[in-house]
């Protein structure tokens, strides 16, 4: 089964995002997501191949947001796709059948759509409010949740979804009684001065009860 803590990276410059990628390996992240808007297609290339040595180096998932063809060129492990990315089955063509392809929803319609088309897990948000990503869908909340994994349970749709958005630590007990699967953060990696310690917290809530 997947990890359940995701990083998703950030960083205005290939230096910026290096850096803080290596940290969150350094301090125990072992699921890597690139996410590098707004940037040309040659810095976009130069950090996916730096990311890929090492996630390879720390044995870490590797996962590009949004761009299928760089996730086939640089042979990531997957992919992590939006409402208005490519849709699921012509990436799936693209990347073959064992590569890992996220989705994004925000509602169980989306759930639904998304998981038809195949997708191996889910990023359902946002949480709550968050700096992190500028055109904000509809805040879901711990009801929004509950609501729309009770509908995954009722229709026996057994994909694993990650909550996203606005995250804190105290936040992840009660988020993991709805039953997600764990969850996926930017900002609260990238802005703590003690990775490590805040990894190991992450890592004991989100494992609290899964029986090794």
């Known amino acids: 089964m997947y990890n359940k803590l995701q990083y998703i ?8 995002q290096l850096q803080n ?31 890929k040595i090492l996630c390879e180096e720390y044995l870490a998932n590797f996962i590009v947001n949004d761009n299928v063809p760089l996730a086939q060129q640089i042979v990531a492990d997957g992919v992590h796709l939006g409402l208005t990315d490519m849709k699921i089955p012509e990436a799936r063509a693209i990347l073959g059948a064992t ?48 609501s729309i994994l009770n509908k995954m349970k009722i229709e026996n749709i057994p994909t694993p979804v990650y909550a996203i958005g606005g995250i804190t630590l105290e936040n992840i007990e009660s988020l993991m009684t709805t039953g997600i699967h764990g969850i996926a953060v930017s900002g609260m990696i990238t802005k703590s001065n003690q990775k490590e310690k805040l990894i190991q917290e992450l890592n004991q809530k989100l494992y609290a009860n899964v029986i090794v």
């Open 9 to 16: 990276s950030q960083g205005n410059t290939v230096e910026q």
């Open 21 to 51: 990628i290596q940290q969150a390996l350094d301090a125990g992240c072992d699921w890597i997501q690139m996410r590098f808007k707004n940037q040309s297609e040659k810095n976009i290339f130069t950090l996916a191949e730096a990311t």
């Open 99 to 146: 590569k890992i392809i996220g989705a994004t929803a925000n509602t169980f319609e989306d759930v639904l759509f998304q998981t038809q088309n195949g997708c191996d897990y889910i990023g359902l948000g946002p949480f709550q409010f968050t700096e992190t990503k500028e055109k904000l869908s509809p805040i879901l909340g711990l009801e929004g949740y509950t």
